[in-house]
C-alpha cells in the first residue's frame, strides 16, 4: 500500500530532551516536507526537501533541523526541544511537480513539557 | 502574501443534505488548489487536485470548482452521510518559486447528523 509514516505517532518529553520524528514514504517520491499544525493557525510549513541532500527552510524552520540521506525517509529533529513546540507534525511527500497530488502522513503529536 | 479563507467555519447538516464548503485566497497566482480532509488520528487524505487551467473536478459524490480570477473555490458534497463529517481544508500551491507548499485555509469542521 502506498503511503507515508511517521513514528511515533504520539509522544511527551520535556524541554531539552533531543529527539527525532521519523517520516518515510514508499512511493519514490523526490519531494517532501513536514508541516506543524496548530488552532488559530492552520499548518505551516517547517522544512522541504525536493530531493537527496537538497533541503530548504519552510515558513517555521526555528528550532528544527532535518536530513536527506535516503530517498524515502525525511527525518525532522528536534535538537532542544522547548514548550511553544508542542504541536501536531504532519509529514508530506509527492512526485516533482506542482501538479502533483502531496500525500501526507498521520501526523505525530508532540508535547513538551 | 498568500491567505486562504474558509467560510464557514463550522457547519453542522442532517443526513442526506446536499451541501457547499467555500474556499477563497487572496493572490490568483496559483498553481493549482488541493482539497483534503481530516480525521482526527488519521491525517490528511487529499481529495480533489484542481490545475489552475481547469474549471472543476468530480469524484463520486464530490466536487470542486475553481474560479481564479475571482480567488474562490467550492466543494460540493450531494447526498451527505455522517461518514462525511470531517474538517475539510482547502489548500494552493502557488505557481513561482521552487517550493511545492500548500498554503492552507483553517478549514471547515462539518457534521452530518443521521
Known amino acids: 500500500e502506498a503511503q507515508v509514516t511517521q513514528n511515533p505517532r504520539y509522544l511527551i518529553t520535556v524541554t531539552g530532551k533531543k529527539l527525532t520524528v521519523t517520516c518515510s514514504q514508499n512511493?519514490?517520491?523526490?519531494?517532501m516536507s513536514w508541516y506543524r499544525q496548530d488552532p488559530g493557525l492552520g499548518l505551516r510549513q517547517i522544512y522541504y526537501s525536493m530531493n537527496v541532500e537538497v533541503t530548504d527552510k519552510g515558513d517555521v524552520p526555528e528550532g528544527y533541523k532535518v536530513s536527506r540521506k535516503e530517498k524515502r525517509n525525511f527525518p525532522l529533529i528536534l535538537e532542544s526541544p522547548s514548550p511553544n513546540q508542542t504541536s501536531l507534525y504532519f509529514c508530506a511527500s509527492s512526485l516533482l511537480g506542482r501538479q502533483e497530488t502531496q500525500y501526507f502522513g498521520p501526523g505525530t503529536r508532540l508535547l513538551v513539557l | 502574501k498568500q491567505e486562504v479563507t474558509q467560510i464557514p467555519a463550522a457547519l453542522s447538516v442532517p443526513e442526506g443534505e446536499n451541501l457547499v464548503l467555500n474556499c477563497s485566497f487572496t493572490?490568483?497566482?496559483?498553481?493549482?488548489l488541493q482539497w483534503f480532509r481530516q480525521d482526527p488520528g488519521k491525517g490528511l487524505t487529499s481529495l480533489l487536485l484542481i490545475q489552475s487551467s481547469q474549471r472543476e473536478q468530480t469524484s463520486g459524490r464530490l466536487n470542486a470548482s475553481l474560479d481564479k480570477s475571482s480567488g474562490r473555490s467550492t466543494l460540493y458534497i450531494a447526498a451527505s452521510q455522517p461518514g462525511d463529517s470531517a474538517t475539510y481544508l482547502c489548500a494552493v500551491i502557488p505557481s513561482g518559486g521552487s517550493n511545492y507548499k500548500l498554503t492552507f485555509g483553517k478549514g471547515t469542521l462539518l457534521t452530518v447528523n443521521p
Open positions: 493572490d490568483s497566482a496559483i498553481y493549482n
Open positions: 512511493m519514490n517520491h523526490e519531494y
